[in-house]
């Protein structure tokens, strides 16, 4: 085994071992490809549950208070 | 394990803290920055109703990616690989530090940048580089500060919180070579304008760029690093070769798992809401990009991440490194952060540091708590931080090593406290003693045996009769 | 303590953990906490055969000697409907980490569980079980409080003082700067940390000074012998009184560490 191979083994050993699994479980095996298929959402900031145009106006204001200067465009 | 400085390790705690003490100008800075972390801390808390969800939500994602550990490790190498990335795994920090040199020398490093990377500091890389030639210069710029102040980071996210801007001024003066004596370094401003001009020639004449990475996502397979200059940017996009130096347990599942922690790690750590700059780094330059690295390699480091998985001390690997408990723990904001001796210092360090450099190295640690628990209420990750010093210190007992002496008045008591009789009739012949002793006053300035307590500090004494024998008396003259 | 009130009044049956602080120092403290307690309709009993919570040795990473004091707690106390300390740190112990402690000893475990449900820091049991609203007393000063960390932070009793003191006649009460901050005391901390502990306990006398209040309560011995400690020590005519003693409008005696009669 090369000595980048061994590395790889001895960290995902100790790992498994410190887990006390095989790594062959399936039920594991199923659940992280699960999660990474499904990723899951988060909460939703409470005030991003407001209407368009009061997460526009929000977004404005926060915008405004690190200094910047904000103009709508009214056409693209 | 890297310490503090060559002279400081956590065996040197109470002389640290002595030192810590009795400086006044540490004193004045602790006093500035802790109260700034800890009200702005809590006006984001408060600017954000679904914090404590995010918190439990942060756990959980935690608790199950160290659950499947083995897993989501696979899967992110998959990811990195396919992006065109590299990724070696490093069981301890000498191995670390060898692939690291040996990548640098691969590319035929003469100058490294570095972004701010605690497990860097934890492998001490830089002297590994240092000794083979490689020039580093670390970007962020408090990691530049201590690196020409020869000194370690006092703090896990503001490394140089320990000192004033005049003190940092003088380093600036006697470091950068080629100035002006007489230049304008009196303001944060000037300070700044400075440090930007050295680094920039830093950047830009870079081989190699190393960067830690606060959060590894398996989804993707990229690292992605937080910080409020945008020096980690110009570290990891404009070198030929980029590093990412990260400890296995920095994994999260997906983009979105790792956006739940980022929403608490900066308002937790500083009060922002985010930092200025949030990075995320997915493999080397593609066909048809502008720029970025031609090669990307992540150094994967267990360091004694591993033993502490599945054991006592697994809640550990939650951490973030936010230092909201530096921030929020009283023995930090009167000691800071050398006086540990340790890398991490605070009630964080107080847990890791005798994982990973042992109890018996460390066993201070642990112990210089009062478990007041503030830093528990203000972790992010809902680390079961003085339960953790607690089991530290379960383990030392067991070995037998704390001081004899206390060991041995422990003992005492304990024997004491298991039989009543021989407890109260202890209490009473010492209780009407100690009053007596201490007579009018009603306090000890001094007295034998409590010298740690008095040499400080009045020790009251009792009133006289302890509360069983009054309570004994007056039932005898009331059933009379 | 009246005899009627004992006989007639059909109350739970309460179990004061006197602490050994209390036992020690302050009886005082305790036979306050009493005469709250049958004011507001308990009766009250003090099991002869406590000594301590085993605090000192569950903190020091003696679990052994911290079972053995914990299980024999737990014997001693079981029988009553509550068990009340004039105690945060006390009460704290026997509600947030017996069950913990005694949790693999299968013939403790579930009793352990149970005295944790029905174990009290004083103030937050007259409040919360007993029902007190208001307390008839007075104490014409201007007072600061200090909130014990395990109060706060293992308990949650914030209000609960704070409700009873807005009843005293008088008492006009001044919240200080970094009021949750630890006062230092932690214990054994307190003597294996002195110079540590003594710059914290320093921070909070400044604080404590900074309101004017000319005397200081808390619910906790352990901070006030601490406190009490610092500000003799610093000369400042700040007295400490047990918040029991205030409410049981039992003030006479010298505040804690101050000059007396003897006799």
């Known amino acids: 085994m090369s000595a980048p191979d061994q590395g790889r083994a001895a960290v995902l050993s ?23 298929r499904r990723h899951p959402r988060g909460t939703i900031p409470a005030r991003a549950l407001q209407s368009p145009e009061a997460c526009i106006e929000l977004l404005e204001a926060m915008l405004a208070s690190q200094g910047a200067k904000v103009t709508r465009a009214t056409t693209p | 394990m890297a310490g503090a400085s060559e002279d400081s390790s956590p065996q040197t705690f109470k002389q640290g803290a002595a030192r810590a003490l ?19 801390r809590a006006l984001a808390r408060s600017k954000l109703p679904e914090f404590d969800r995010l918190r439990a939500e942060a756990r959980t994602i935690k608790d199950h990616t160290l659950q499947h550990l083995d897993l989501y490790l696979e899967a992110y190498e998959r990811k990195v690989i396919e992006s065109g990335g590299q990724v070696h795994f490093a069981p301890t920090a000498g191995h670390a530090r060898d692939i690291v040199l040996r990548l640098c020398k691969g590319a035929g490093a003469k100058l490294v940048t570095k972004g701010k990377s605690m497990v860097s500091e934890e492998i001490g890389l830089n002297a590994h580089l240092e000794a083979a030639g490689i020039e580093v210069a670390e970007t962020d710029l408090g990691e530049h500060i201590i690196q020409i102040r020869g000194e370690a980071p006092s703090h896990i996210i503001a490394p140089v919180i320990h000192l004033n801007k005049e003190e940092i001024a003088e380093d600036f003066a006697r470091a950068h070579g080629g100035l002006p004596k007489e230049r304008p370094l009196g303001s944060v401003q000037d300070l700044v304008a400075e440090a930007r001009a050295v680094l920039r020639e830093k950047f830009i004449a870079a081989d190699v760029g190393i960067t830690g990475a606060n959060l590894l996502v398996a989804e993707t397979g990229s690292s992605i690093i937080v910080t ?9 996009t404009l070198p030929r070769l980029h590093i990412v130096i990260a400890s296995i347990e920095k994994i999260v599942p997906t983009l979105e798992d790792a956006c739940t922690i980022l929403r608490l790690l900066a308002r937790s750590g500083t009060g922002q809401e985010i930092t200025s700059y949030t990075t995320f780094a997915t493999g080397p330059r593609r066909r048809g990009d502008p720029d970025g690295p031609r090669s990307y390699h992540v150094v994967l480091l267990d360091n004694g991440r591993s033993e502490m998985l599945g054991g006592d001390f697994q809640d550990m690997l939650r951490c973030i490194r936010c230092g909201a408990c530096l921030n929020h723990c009283p023995v930090y904001g009167t000691i800071g952060g050398h006086a540990y001796g340790s890398l991490y210092p605070g009630p964080m360090g107080a847990v890791l540091t005798p994982a990973l450099a042992g109890i018996d190295h460390a066993r201070d640690l642990p112990n210089a708590s009062s478990f007041c628990g503030r830093c528990e209420e203000v972790c992010p990750m809902a680390i079961p931080l003085p339960s953790l010093m607690r089991k530290w210190r379960e383990r030392d007992f067991e070995r037998g090593d704390p001081p004899l002496a206390q060991r041995f008045a422990l003992k005492l008591w304990a024997f004491a406290a298991k039989r009543p009789l021989l407890y109260h009739a202890l209490g009473r012949a010492v209780a009407p003693l100690l009053a007596r002793l201490a007579g009018a006053q009603g306090r000890f300035r001094s007295l034998p045996f409590a010298g740690a307590w008095t040499g400080t500090r009045d020790l009251p004494a009792p009133e006289g009769k302890t509360f069983h024998a009054l309570y004994a008396e007056r039932r005898r003259s009331r059933d009379r | 303590m009246t005899q009627a009130a004992s006989e007639t009044r059909d109350g739970p049956l309460v179990g004061l953990f006197v602490t050994c602080l209390v036992d020690l120092f302050r009886p005082s403290v305790g036979f306050a906490a009493i005469k709250l307690l049958e004011d507001a309709g308990g009766k009250v009993e003090v099991p002869a055969s406590q000594t301590c919570c085993g605090q000192p040795a569950y903190n020091s990473g003696d679990r052994a000697d911290a079972k053995t004091i914990a299980r024999q707690v737990v014997e001693t106390f079981e029988r009553f409907d509550y068990v009340v300390a004039p105690s945060g740190s006390c009460a704290g112990m026997l509600k947030a980490h017996y069950p913990e402690l005694l949790a693999d000893d299968p013939a403790f475990a579930s009793r352990a569980c149970a005295l944790a449900a029905k174990s009290f820091e004083l103030t937050s049991f007259l409040v919360e079980v007993l029902g007190v609203a208001e307390i008839e007393s007075s104490f014409a000063r201007e007072v600061t409080y200090h909130d014990s960390c395990s109060s706060l932070r293992e308990l949650e009793v914030r209000d609960a003082p704070r409700l009873l003191l807005a009843s005293i006649g008088g008492l006009r009460l001044s919240e200080m700067e970094e ?3 630890c006062c230092g005391f932690g214990g054994t901390f307190s003597v294996k940390y002195p110079d540590i502990a003594n710059a914290i306990v320093e921070a909070k006398v400044r604080n404590i000074a900074r309101t004017g209040a000319t005397c200081v309560l808390s619910g906790d011995l352990g901070c006030l012998l601490h406190i009490a400690g610092k500000l003799a020590r610093e000369e400042l005519a700040i007295e400490c009184r047990h918040v029991a003693e205030v409410l049981a409008g039992m003030t006479e005696a010298p505040a804690i560490g101050q000059a007396r009669k003897m006799g």
């Open chain 1, 14 to 36: 100790r790992v498994r071992a410190a887990l006390v699994v095989s790594g062959a479980e399936g039920t594991r095996a199923a659940a992280v490809e699960d999660r990474l």
């Open chain 2, 22 to 40: 009795a400086d006044a100008k540490l004193q004045r800075a602790l006093l500035n920055v802790k109260r700034g972390f800890i009200v702005k």
């Open chain 2, 228 to 236: 409020n200059e945008g020096n980690g940017d110009l570290t990891e």
């Open chain 3, 179 to 181: 009021r949750e901050v």
